[in-house]
């Protein structure tokens, strides 16, 4: 395993390295296809639209709400029975400004400073750097392609397990695409309790499982409400990302830790952002299934078209992106990226982001129709950055 402290890494500085030649790019008119941040582009349903607008017409509705309001903790009440066969009490919800802001945080109820903290590499940045804000070390464990890209338990000796205050894992998996199924949970619940230590479960991702299958929830595991807490987010599910609504959900005592934490630096959600998931929750479901088949169609567009142009790129498993091992005459994804983008106008990231692990791949976002995908891979096979020939 690898071992960092807060301040021991530096911000990569890929982002404004790609930001900047797509300015670029973009000033000499090249007509940019930008495939590296997974913001969707799917439309809210009109009634969490409405809900919204019609709570913000309400003066009252401006105080501090300081917590959930009562229509929202039944509401994700409901939910979570309906969606995942999990029975949830009031104090096992909190609200949060959307994942990020949550996982950023919730080492400070957890750990600090000389403490242990687990996560993955390759993993989303958040799940490091958040933890580090505290003062805690992390321990990065592997996720290899060879295992699925599924945490093998076997890779964090029982002495470093012992020490962890916490583990963070997330399933579907921001940036390979990889599943956990019912097992892998079950194992995890058993590890937690083994080494006596907190999980963090990220399942934003859980409604866009694009094999066909129903998403888990950590939560429905027997024994997991006595171990961890889950994230869950209303962004890509019901396309809200701007309104920032995610929730923490199980064990009280993490909770009440957390609640206290944040009580101090936040208070509380915009009523009108509650009531606009109130309506997602309650009303109809159907922009699920929609955004599904929306991202598998645009998935099948890139991957299948990649390909056909010889470049072997799987289907993404779930989330909405694509995890894709660079072409075999690169030895840099880095610089893999920056030619695909000067020689196309495709922009993805470079697996480097998310963690040395990830190096030698790199990340599509699923963010455009179908139609923009096949000119994408139009593009990527004229340029011949594939088969590695000379560009002229």
């Known amino acids: 395993m690898?071992?960092?402290?807060?301040?021991?890494?530096?911000?990569?500085?890929?982002?404004?390295?790609?930001?900047?030649?797509?300015?670029?790019?973009?000033?000499?008119?090249?007509?940019?296809?930008?495939?590296?941040?997974?913001?969707?582009?799917?439309?809210?349903?009109?009634?969490?639209?409405?809900?919204?607008?019609r709570a913000a017409l309400d003066p009252r509705q401006y105080r501090y709400s300081l917590t959930e309001t009562r229509a929202l903790l039944d509401a994700v009440r409901h939910w979570?029975?309906?969606?995942?066969?999990?029975?949830l009490e009031d104090e096992e919800i909190m609200a949060v400004s959307g994942s990020q802001e949550g996982i950023a945080h919730v080492g400070f109820a957890l750990a600090g400073a000389g403490d242990l903290i687990l996560a993955p590499d390759p993993g989303y940045p958040i799940f490091?750097?958040?933890?580090?804000?505290?003062?805690?070390?992390?321990?990065?464990?592997?996720l290899r392609e060879r295992n699925g890209w599924q945490l093998d338990f076997a890779d964090i000796p029982s002495d470093v397990a012992d020490r962890a205050k916490a583990i963070i894992v997330s399933y579907p998996n921001n940036p390979t695409t990889a599943l956990a199924d019912r097992?892998?949970?079950?194992?995890?619940?058993?590890?937690?309790?083994?080494?006596?230590i907190v999980v963090i479960h990220d399942n934003a991702y859980s409604d866009l499982q694009l094999n066909g299958e129903q998403g888990l929830s950590f939560l429905s595991i027997p024994g997991a409400k006595e171990v961890g807490i889950e994230f869950n987010s209303l962004s890509?599910?019901?396309?809200?990302?701007?309104?920032?609504?995610?929730?923490?959900?199980?064990?009280?005592?993490?909770?009440?830790?957390f609640r206290a934490f944040r009580s101090q630096i936040d208070y509380g959600m915009f009523y009108p952002i509650q009531a606009g998931a109130v309506a997602a929750l309650n009303g109809s479901q159907d922009i699920?299934?929609?955004?599904?088949?929306?991202?598998?169609?645009?998935?099948?567009?890139?991957?299948?078209?990649?390909?056909?142009?010889?470049?072997?790129v799987p289907d993404s498993q779930g989330t909405m992106f694509v995890w894709a091992k660079i072409p075999a005459h690169f030895d840099s994804a880095v610089?893999?990226?920056?030619?695909?983008?000067?020689?196309?106008?495709?922009?993805?990231?470079?697996?480097?982001?998310?963690?040395?692990?990830?190096?030698?791949?790199?990340?599509?976002?699923?963010?455009?129709?179908p139609e923009r995908m096949e000119e994408a891979v139009r593009r990527i096979g004229q340029s011949g950055i594939v088969k590695g020939e000379v560009r002229r």
């Open 2 to 53: 690898q071992f960092i402290k807060a301040g021991e890494t530096a911000e990569s500085n890929i982002f404004n390295r790609l930001d900047e030649k797509k300015r670029q790019l973009m000033q000499s008119g090249m007509d940019v296809i930008n495939l590296s941040i997974g913001t969707p582009d799917f439309q809210p349903d009109r009634h969490v639209m409405e809900a919204v607008s």
């Open 80 to 87: 979570y029975e309906r969606r995942y066969n999990v029975t």
């Open 128 to 142: 490091t750097f958040g933890p580090m804000l505290t003062g805690a070390s992390i321990g990065l464990y592997p």
């Open 183 to 196: 097992a892998f949970y079950e194992e995890l619940v058993a590890f937690a309790k083994r080494h006596d």
């Open 236 to 257: 890509k599910t019901y396309n809200l990302t701007g309104m920032r609504v995610s929730f923490a959900l199980g064990n009280k005592d993490v909770l009440a830790r």
């Open 288 to 312: 699920i299934c929609r955004n599904r088949a929306g991202y598998m169609a645009r998935r099948d567009a890139l991957c299948g078209g990649l390909r056909r142009i010889g470049w072997d």
């Open 335 to 369: 610089l893999f990226a920056v030619e695909l983008m000067e020689r196309t106008g495709v922009i993805c990231v470079p697996g480097d982001s998310f963690g040395t692990l990830g190096q030698g791949y790199v990340r599509f976002a699923l963010v455009v129709p």
